[in-house]
């Protein structure tokens, strides 16, 4: 316990005038892991000795990354004059594909803090993070951090922060999180400012879920937000959503190790656990309530996730399917978000089309696949949602290539729209704006963020943004620009698919659905990779690149001419017969596309743009 | 005989055969097959199994006839004692290396011992490879007059670019002085050709053909170069320093060879070689594809009999000491079952001009027949009589023929 906390207030039984809840808004590398960790030090929950470095961000990925992926709870005691409080900080997700479980956090706080790398200020996922705590009426305690940097500029950043959120320079914190300066000021401003929750402790039992978390030992433990009522040990309680009922195995607090407790009350916040063994059956945004006295309505803001963005996940080793099939079950416990369903191609076998929140989260999952089961997956180009509706008034969600109308004429596609905002230094807006203008996005406006640094914002094709956008936009800003992005609906536009053909048959994991105006660029491109990639045939091999029947681009292979062992006398035979075997062997990796042999490897490196020479031999 | 010995079974230090060898054996043509593991120097290409004077470990050349010998008369009892029938040697094939390196006496002496074990049919083909430069009139004159019936001559081009490239030494002007005494001995002679050496145009290539064909021989053999692993030309690409043969260089010239011997009235009867009349084609060589039985004498040399093969100790120095320890030098082996002879039958059938009978095939394989001629790779005449022969771009592609005729594609 802490020496500030004297008489830390008890679980269950805290006066709601006694509670802070609060988050930390944050871009990635900002330090807001490194400055939690402190906090948990400095309030003496977690021993200098038990501290793992960033002891909230669990998962391998997200220490690796040093980013949060599942946001976490964790109650701290402080003591400001004679009064102990219960401070309770919510862990958010750090990313834009995540926004939707951020916003919940936010709702389950009264404040946040707003924390801002001293040396690099504001990054655009700040900025939308902030948007919505202000739209949620948070208290915003600005903050700025790594003020220990040499390359620390404390004073330009904090005027920067100031014009933002108003208030003056001298009203942002300095902190450091990796020395500890600061901090204690920092938690006597959190209760100073953030206001207490408020809630009707005689009211049926309310409380918002706003994260639920799988674990393999005890299955889903579900964060939740008290807001009226309370809850008990062994309780019945209902899902208000689903009207699903579960008995309360355990109810806690995070300290920041689960704590059992008596219950939880009026603006607390903690776990339950009660045996359900996927996070579909408890969702994120849910009102829990009890079963004998339920509340007659929810809370507001539940939305089911939406996956946002589509790709092809394939097992390199085609045996490995039912792996692949056991791994995504699994990840689907603990990933509300992630949906998929089987699906067959022809380059690549068998696989599942998986949809996701964004691009990150694609990421994730792969990365989870390879890294906690072991599996070698290649992952199509990601497709977003379109709707295409045909002459003959039919309306079809196409979300793989392959499910695009052929057959009919097509009357409209319609493609989804993100407003996406750019945050980067201004000598890089020229820059920026060409590659926006590329990508069919058009300027919504421009607003300078203090003295040097510039807001864009764009409308643009989301289908634009999952290809390769944010790489781009990387590396021509020298890493600089940060990007945020949200969902506004949807346009039509002139969109075609492109097929890729191998000597007249169509290879399904290249089909792709591109602005007309790209379509010859796409088509070059695959064609041109695809020759470099097949080693010759028997027979000239045409590939081409059409839409519909137009063929659009082409490039051949010119027949293998030469296929001989010149000298086959009688030392040569048993050599020449084994390499013969290791040939048929090496023919079972081989896919037939018609009658054309491809190595797995060339799709494999045609679909993630590796363009290493094939063999010349076999 | 190129590269590491294979992988197989190990031979047992008598040397016997299983029984299933002698199965058919009257039926099957036997030859002896008796490796020179010497030469002056070893060219860069070359990964055969072959010693210059500094790599031989105190072996000394002029021992080797004896050892030969030794193993020629081990092979005879061991053949009696698996309980093969007595076979008079149909061929005598001495290759290397450079079998010239030694003495014609020695090569006399190593021929008279096939002779004096095995006996030779009437008419027996009894070959011999020569380098240009490592024989003269009177050697030539001895190996005809101590049976020897036929010469190979390593010629490989006659364009001094592409001799260099391939360390060969000789000076070209030497080839037609050595096919005269060869004729003039009463020899029939061989002429071989690589191609595709590294530097080689299309037009240096037509130039050796043509300077080969100016000597009228008998019969000639083109090979396209094998950069083999280990050898000094597979360094010197890998460094960049020569250019990797390029495969469609390689098959215009193939087919030029194709051409020019064929208007010049060679035959092709194998994928590498053509003569003249079908009296002159190897019959030695033609014993491998057809599957026949032959010895192998000497230091890594291969043996086949009835389904088994197997292969002696690679260092001139291991296989004299086996010898000398009355053990069979044989250090591994591996006895074929019924698919892997078949699949070896139509692997070799196939590169021959009698080809392979299509009846004879598994029904996959018959079935294969019609989109390789469809393909332009089997000849269409032929195969409606029953029998399957490459076209020119089939031999080119004989490998791949092979892999469809067995049924994958």
């Given at each position: ?471 781009q936009l990387k590396s021509k800003t020298a890493g600089y620009a940060s990007l945020d992005y ?133 | ?295 192998g004498i000497g230091p890594g040399a291969h043996s086949h009999v009835g389904g088994v093969r ?100």
């Open positions: 316990m802490s020496p500030r906390a004297a008489n830390a207030p008890v679980p269950a039984a805290t006066d709601p005038a006694l509670i802070r809840n609060f988050c930390i808004i944050a871009h990635i590398d900002h330090g807001k892991s490194t400055l939690a960790d402190r906090m948990l030090g400095i309030t003496g929950v977690v021993s200098d000795r038990d501290m793992r470095a960033q002891y909230l961000d669990r998962m391998d990925i997200e220490r690796e990354r040093g980013i949060t992926i599942k946001s976490q709870a964790v109650r701290m005691p402080w003591q400001v004059g004679d009064t102990s409080y219960a401070l309770n900080m919510i862990d958010t997700p750090g990313h834009v594909d995540f926004s939707y479980e951020v916003s919940r956090s936010l709702a389950a706080c009264e404040g946040a803090i707003l924390l801002v790398d001293a040396a690099q200020g504001i990054e655009a996922q700040t900025l939308a993070n902030l948007y919505l705590a202000l739209e949620n009426d948070l208290e915003i305690i600005p903050v700025l951090n790594k003020i220990d940097l040499p390359a620390a500029e404390p004073e330009k950043y904090a005027r920067e922060l100031a014009d933002l959120i108003g208030g003056s320079p001298d009203d942002v914190l300095r902190v450091s999180g990796k020395t500890g300066v600061g901090v204690e000021e920092l938690l006597d401003r959190v209760v100073e400012r953030i206001p207490a929750p408020v809630g009707r402790a005689d009211a049926p039992a309310r409380a918002m879920i706003f994260d639920s978390v799988y674990d393999s030992y005890r299955g889903v433990v579900t964060y939740v937000r008290m807001v009226d009522g309370h809850l008990n040990p062994r309780e019945r309680i209902q899902m208000m959503s689903t009207r699903a009922t579960h008995e309360i195995l355990e109810i806690g607090v995070s300290a920041p190790e689960p704590t059992p407790t008596r219950g939880l009350g009026v603006g607390e916040v903690g776990y339950l656990i009660t045996g359900v063994k996927d996070v579909r059956q408890s969702k994120v945004g849910d009102t829990v309530t009890t079963a004998s006295k339920p509340a007659t309505e929810a809370l507001a803001g539940y939305t089911e996730p939406l996956p946002m963005v589509f790709s092809g996940l394939y097992p390199i080793d085609g045996s490995d399917y039912p792996e692949l099939r056991e791994a995504l079950d699994k990840l689907k416990l603990s990933d509300a978000a992630l949906v998929y369903e089987p699906e067959t191609s022809v380059a690549l076998g068998f696989g599942f089309r998986c949809g996701f929140l964004g691009l990150l989260h694609l990421e994730i999952v792969t990365e989870r696949l390879r890294r906690e089961f072991d599996l070698d997956i290649i992952a199509t180009a990601p497709s977003v949602i379109y709707e295409v509706t045909t002459e003959d008034r039919k309306t079809v969600t196409v979300t793989n290539p392959s499910e695009f109308p052929t057959g009919a004429k097509i009357a409209e596609v319609r493609e989804p729209m993100v407003r996406a905002a750019i945050l980067a230094p201004k000598d890089y807006v020229g820059t920026i704006m060409e590659l926006c203008q590329s990508r069919r996005g058009s300027l919504l406006g421009m607003e300078y963020l203090g003295e040097d640094r510039v807001e864009i914002r764009y409308n643009m094709p989301l289908g634009e943004i999952v290809f390769d956008f944010f790489d949200e969902p506004v609906g949807d346009q039509a536009a002139d969109l075609v698919k492109v097929d890729i053909l191998l000597q007249g048959e169509q290879v399904d994991a290249f089909s792709a659905i591109v602005h007309r105006d790209k379509a010859y660029a796409y088509g070059v491109l695959m064609t041109g990779r695809l020759r470099e990639l097949i080693p010759r045939q028997q027979f000239e091999v045409p590939i081409q690149a059409a839409i519909g029947a137009r063929i659009i681009a082409r490039e051949s292979i010119r027949a293998m001419r030469k296929d001989v062992l010149a000298k086959c006398y009688g030392g040569d035979i048993t050599r020449k017969r084994k390499l013969l075997e290791k040939q048929k062997e090496g023919k079972k990796r081989m896919k037939m596309v018609g009658r054309v042999e491809v190595p797995q490897e060339a799709f494999i490196a045609a679909l993630s743009g590796e363009t290493e020479k094939k063999d010349a031999k076999k | 005989m190129a590269g590491p010995l294979p992988l197989g079974d190990p031979a047992p230090a008598d040397g016997l055969l299983p029984a299933s060898a002698a199965d058919g054996a009257t039926d099957r043509a036997f030859g002896v097959y008796v490796h020179v593991p010497f030469c002056r120097v070893r060219c860069g290409y070359c990964d055969f199994n072959t010693y210059t004077a500094g790599e031989l470990r105190g072996v000394r050349q002029a021992d080797y006839a004896g050892q030969a010998i030794d193993e020629i008369r081990m092979s005879r009892r061991v053949l009696e004692a698996s309980g093969l029938p007595a076979r008079t040697a149909d061929t005598v094939f001495f290759g290397g290396g450079t079998p010239t390196m030694l003495p014609a006496g020695d090569l006399v002496r190593m021929l008279a011992a096939v002779r004096d074990e095995f006996g030779l049919v009437e008419g027996a083909e009894v070959t011999t490879e020569a380098n240009p430069d490592s024989v003269d009139r009177d050697d030539l004159a001895r190996l005809a007059e101590g049976g020897f019936t036929r010469v190979s001559f390593g010629m490989q081009s006659a364009v001094p670019h592409v001799l260099a490239a391939l360390d060969r030494t000789h000076d070209p002007a030497r080839v037609p002085l050595v096919v005269g005494w060869a004729r003039e001995a009463g020899l029939d002679v061989s002429l071989d050709l690589i191609y595709g050496t590294p530097g080689e145009s299309l037009d240096d290539w037509r130039r050796s053909l043509e300077a080969a064909i100016s000597e009228r021989p008998d019969h000639l053999s083109a090979y396209a170069l094998i950069v083999e692993d280990g050898t000094k030309l597979a360094r010197q690409i890998r460094r960049g320093e020569l250019a990797r043969p390029d495969d469609d260089l390689e098959a215009d010239m193939y087919e030029l060879a194709d051409e020019l011997l064929g208007t010049a009235g060679y035959d092709w009867y194998e994928v590498s070689n053509w003569a003249t009349d079908a009296a002159f084609r190897s019959r030695h060589n033609l014993g491998y594809w057809r599957g026949d039985d032959w010895w197997w292969w002696n100790a690679k260092h001139p120095a291991a296989y004299a000491e086996r010898l000398a320890a009355g053990i069979s030098p044989a250090v591994g082996r591996e006895t074929l079952d019924g698919p892997t002879r078949e699949t070896e039958r139509v692997l070799l059938l196939t590169r021959i001009r009698e080809g392979i009978d299509i009846a004879s095939l598994h029904a996959g394989g018959r079935h294969a027949v019609a989109g390789l001629i469809a393909d332009g790779l089997v000849d269409a005449k032929a195969a409606l009589a029953g029998g399957l022969t490459l076209t020119r771009s089939g031999r080119l592609l004989a490998d791949a023929v092979v892999r469809r005729l067995l049924g994958d594609g």
